[in-house]
């Protein structure tokens, strides 16, 4: 046992209903297929982290107007067909940010050890520099640093709900907040490599070119960019 858990934030690739902000630049049906690639291949990569448990953490879909579908039963329906085992799914009902990141950590926590948790759109992200902090610092608060401000990765022992409560999630100054409060907490904190995740067209453009130079990296992603 490896006294760690893993778990990752998604939401199911349904055309139109997953990275919205992709649309302005491309069909609804193309990014579906394109944040299941990089679904898979987040989890496919943090598969090399030996773990105890590996969980699909997945925001609720809201049921399309008029019908009276179960939100969890569909979203997990949807997830099912890109989560391989050994990885289960829990649905979340909240949607609010900082709520589904506290109860992810808190269910990840359950019984002890750590919990590491992922974003699922940074696919091409490197898991040696992840292995390395969680081996050689076993109380450290592991963060890994977006470059527009957010974060791909968190790691820790115990939950501290002030690091997320009220902060400017999906804003540049999420990470610098989250700094300070590390710092108002005394944490011990160990920064990963800064590394980028996909949510606008020019994110798009740029795993493109870091894929046709290293398919390695994230490869169901990559051919999914060459065929999609």
């Given at each position: 046992?490896?006294?760690?858990?893993?778990?990752?934030?998604?939401?199911?690739?349904?055309?139109?209903?997953?990275?919205?902000?992709?649309?302005?630049?491309?069909?609804?049906?193309?990014?579906?297929?394109?944040?299941?690639?990089?679904?898979?291949?987040?989890?496919?990569?943090?598969?090399?982290?030996?773990?105890?448990?590996?969980?699909?953490?997945?925001?609720?879909?809201?049921?399309?107007?008029?019908?009276?579908?179960?939100?969890?039963?569909?979203?997990?329906?949807?997830?099912?067909?890109?989560?391989?085992?050994?990885?289960?799914?829990?649905?979340?009902?909240?949607?609010?940010?900082?709520?589904?990141?506290?109860?992810?950590?808190?269910?990840?926590?359950?019984?002890?050890?750590?919990?590491?948790?992922?974003?699922?759109?940074?696919?091409?992200?490197?898991?040696?520099?992840?292995?390395?902090a969680l081996a050689e610092d076993a109380d450290a608060f592991v963060l890994g640093p977006s470059?527009?401000?957010?974060?791909?990765?968190?790691?820790?022992?115990?939950?501290?709900?002030?690091?997320?409560?009220?902060?400017?999630?999906?804003?540049?100054?999420?990470?610098?907040?989250?700094r300070v409060r590390c710092n108002e907490l005394a944490l011990n904190v160990r920064e990963l490599?800064?590394?980028?995740?996909?949510?606008?067209?020019?994110?798009?453009?740029?795993?493109?070119?870091?894929?046709?130079?290293?398919?390695?990296?994230?490869?169901?992603?990559?051919?999914?960019?060459?065929?999609?």
């Amino acid at each position: 046992m490896s006294g760690l858990r893993i778990g990752v934030l998604a939401r199911a690739p349904i055309g139109g209903r997953c990275k919205p902000a992709l649309l302005a630049a491309h069909e609804p049906k193309w990014i579906a297929g394109l944040y299941g690639s990089m679904l898979r291949d987040t989890l496919d990569g943090l598969q090399s982290l030996e773990a105890d448990d590996y969980v699909v953490f997945a925001e609720a879909l809201e049921p399309e107007p008029g019908t009276k579908a179960d939100a969890k039963a569909s979203t997990a329906d949807v997830l099912a067909r890109h989560v391989p085992a050994p990885w289960r799914i829990v649905v979340q009902e909240a949607s609010d940010p900082a709520a589904r990141v506290e109860a992810a950590l808190a269910s990840l926590l359950e019984g002890g050890g750590r919990a590491l948790l992922s974003v699922s759109d940074a696919p091409s992200c490197p898991t040696e520099p992840l292995a390395e902090a969680l081996a050689e610092d076993a109380d450290a608060f592991v963060l890994g640093p977006s470059d527009d401000g957010g974060f791909y990765a968190v790691a820790t022992r115990t939950l501290e709900p002030r690091l997320f409560r009220g902060a400017p999630f999906g804003t540049p100054a999420l990470l610098e907040m989250m700094r300070v409060r590390c710092n108002e907490l005394a944490l011990n904190v160990r920064e990963l490599p800064t590394w980028y995740d996909v949510d606008r067209p020019s994110d798009v453009l740029r795993l493109l070119d870091e894929l046709r130079r290293h398919p390695e990296r994230a490869p169901r992603t990559a051919q999914f960019l060459v065929s999609g």
